[in-house]
């Protein structure tokens, strides 16, 4: 497999049609779109259908569109590229893809390479008079990038023999020239090449959809078992867990009957209910109530109004240093018909 495209398993669309859909995942968009129009251009030479899918903005509503940021309901997702065609042309097409992505990349570096020795030489110098490390760094990817965007546009035919170099021009304007140097050193790239054992691996991932749908099944059975017994051992432990309380219960019942002299009536466990064990599912544990701000219950009942403070200053005025709070006696009279307490 290549670096530059993400190949998923392609699946059956149609009686003896197989699709796929491709991902390039450079970081770069600008890169994506290259190797995007590299597949491109091998589906016409392998005898396969390539179209870029429609990629919806998520953004978007009418009111945006018309009267907010202009957001677009979506455009074509150039990281992507979906593929059909016949088994063996399709696995050819994908056997193919992995190694002409390769060889224009391998092409670009040693575009770069050259730079670089252009750099290093004394032709370069008196365009290097206004330029630092920083800004070398920056034409340096520039460069890699147009030379491969020009090894990528040669790849419908061959690159254009371009003039030689202009040695009154810095290096970074001449792209075109050294991805014709480095494509004539190489001899060019042929894009019908595929290799067998390459081809027979990507006829091997190609699974029909009644296996597909039986190997989804096949999961989606193996996930309810799995429930099942996680659920039975669930069940198993709250009856383990039950049969245990009612035996501490009845051992307990057991010894303070044997110390009240009552005898062994019935055991805990005849009477306790059926065992309920209860769904699975998370419970929101409550929180203990906050004490904060809580009062006293005689602060409470003295700001009610039902108990009255009076303050021991006004105890000492009315009754003294030794306040007497003596009931008088009741006649026998009065407490005959008083009130029952």
Same mark, same amino acid.
């Given at each position: ?13 149609? /009686?003896?049609?197989?699709?796929? $859909?491709?991902?390039?995942?450079? +970081?770069?968009? *600008? ?15 392998? #005898? ?19 009267? #907010?940021? #202009? ?24 056997? +193919? ?35 630092? $490390? ?28 371009? /003039? ?9 304007? @001449? ?9 004539? $050193? ?18 091997? *991932?190609?699974? /029909? ?16 078992? %799995? @429930?099942?017994?996680? %659920? ?7 009856? *383990? +867990?039950?049969?245990?309380? +009612? ?8 010894? *303070?009957?044997?110390?009240? #002299? @009552?005898?062994?009536?019935? &055991? ?28 006293? &219950? ?30 008088? %006696? ?12």
């Amino acid at each position: 497999m290549s670096a530059y495209v993400e190949i998923p398993r392609p699946y059956e669309s149609g /009686p003896d049609r197989f699709t796929v $859909e491709l991902h390039f995942p450079a +970081a770069s968009k *600008r890169r994506a779109k290259q190797h995007h129009d590299v597949a491109w251009t091998l589906a016409d030479v392998h #005898g396969v259908e390539a179209s870029t899918p429609y990629k919806v903005n998520p953004r978007w509503s009418i009111y945006e569109e018309n009267w #907010g940021n #202009g957001e677009r309901h979506g455009w074509l997702d150039e990281r992507r590229l979906r593929v059909d065609g016949s088994p063996r042309a399709l696995a050819r097409y994908l056997a +193919a893809l992995t190694r002409v992505l390769d060889a224009v990349e391998g092409l670009a570096t040693r575009a770069v390479r050259a730079f670089g020795s252009w750099k290093r030489s004394v032709a370069a110098e008196p365009h290097l008079e206004y330029e630092d $490390e920083s800004t070398m760094r920056v034409r340096s990817r520039e460069f890699r990038a147009d030379a491969l965007g020009a090894l990528v546009r040669g790849l419908a035919g061959a690159v254009s023999d371009g /003039p030689a170099r202009d040695s009154s021009r810095p290096l970074w304007e @001449q792209y075109g020239t050294v991805a014709a140097e480095v494509w004539a $050193e190489a001899g060019g790239v042929d894009l019908a090449e595929a290799p067998e054992e390459d081809v027979a691996v990507h006829l091997a *991932r190609m699974v /029909p959809a009644v296996v597909v749908e039986a190997e989804r099944l096949a999961a989606v059975e193996a996930a309810r078992v %799995e @429930q099942e017994r996680l %659920e039975a051992e669930r069940v198993e432990l709250f009856r *383990r +867990a039950d049969a245990a309380c +009612a035996r501490e219960a009845d051992e307990a019942d057991a010894e *303070r009957y044997a110390r009240d #002299g @009552q005898g062994s009536l019935f &055991p805990l466990s005849v009477a306790r209910p059926a065992l309920v064990v209860p769904p699975p599912m998370p419970v929101k544990p409550r929180r203990a109530p906050s004490r904060r701000g809580r009062l006293r &219950p005689e602060t409470r009942a003295a700001l009610s109004g039902t108990v009255r403070v009076i303050p021991a200053e006004a105890v000492e005025r009315l009754y003294g240093e030794r306040a007497s709070f003596a009931v008088p %006696e009741v006649s026998a009279d009065r407490r005959r018909y008083g009130t029952a307490a």
